[in-house]
């Protein structure tokens, strides 16, 4: 269940580029310096810019005309939008996945949430992060729900861009270890084959990260940052 070892220089550039967005450690908006990057990461322009547009093909980064690279930043409508067909979608992977995981896959991701349980950020109540790919709660029971075109959609296109938010609003006070807990009343619901209340418990899961950003919206909070 380990995440394989970049092979590449590009691939570890794009891995460490691609964790710092997600994360927020570069901020929304930011531009991306080609010589600060290839100057912080000992690489050469040609690489470097193989790993930019990976981050563009993962729609974390955009290319803009006379102005360079910079990492995407939503509007609240557009990011409320991704938020509203994540609860529909998500809780129908939920609902089939239930009715299609092995029991050895339900074990796998029992382990899986072990592995989480473990992180620093998380048992602080700071932050609840994920790393890519199997390692990712939400991209497993979604690969498990045997439809390819929600695989299609949220396990590829809107992917990374998901990824991003799912973080930002997981480092909300209290929301790291509920989450957590949440996804574990998930698992259980997936083990008793109810795919109903697997549906139920996703939905509710994503639908209280909507409504905290409905609330900060309400209070002046925008998701682009300034």
């Known amino acids: 269940m380990n995440q394989p070892e ?9 891995t460490h580029i691609q964790r710092a967005i997600v994360r927020g450690d570069i901020p929304g908006g930011s531009k991306l310096s080609e010589s600060g990057l290839a100057e912080q990461y000992g690489i050469s322009r040609g690489p470097l810019r193989e790993a930019i547009r990976r981050l563009e093909g993962c729609k974390l980064v955009i290319r803009e005309p006379h102005s360079g690279t910079r990492v995407v930043s939503l509007s609240t409508e557009e990011l409320l939008d991704i938020y509203h067909i994540r609860e529909v979608m ?10 299609n995981m092995t029991q050895a896959q339900i074990d796998d991701m029992r382990r899986l949430l072990d592995q989480h349980r473990e992180q620093s950020e998380l048992k602080e109540g700071i932050a609840y992060f994920q790393q890519e790919g199997d390692l990712d709660f939400h991209y ?9 075109k929600l695989v299609e959609l949220l396990c590829g ?32 619901a997936l083990a008793d084959r109810d795919g109903e209340l ?3 418990l996703m939905r509710r899961h994503i639908r209280v990260s909507r ?3 409905e609330e ?4 002046g909070f925008e998701a682009a940052p300034p």
Do not use: W
């Not at 970049?6 to 550039?13: E, F, G, H, I, K």
């Not at 998500?90 to 009715?99: F, H, T």
């Not at 497993?140 to 390819?148: D, E, F, K, T, Y």
């Open 6 to 14: 970049p092979r590449t220089l590009s691939d570890r550039v794009f």
């Open 90 to 99: 998500e809780g129908l992977a939920c609902r089939l996945a239930a009715a």
């Open 140 to 148: 497993r029971i979604i690969s498990a729900s045997g439809n390819r």
């Open 157 to 188: 296109e809107l992917y990374h861009l998901i990824r991003m938010y799912r973080y930002r609003f997981s480092t909300q006070q209290n929301r790291p270890l509920r989450a957590f807990t949440e996804h574990q009343q998930i698992i259980d």
């Open 198 to 200: 697997a549906e139920l």
């Open 211 to 213: 409504n905290r950003l």
């Open 216 to 219: 900060r919206i309400k209070s």
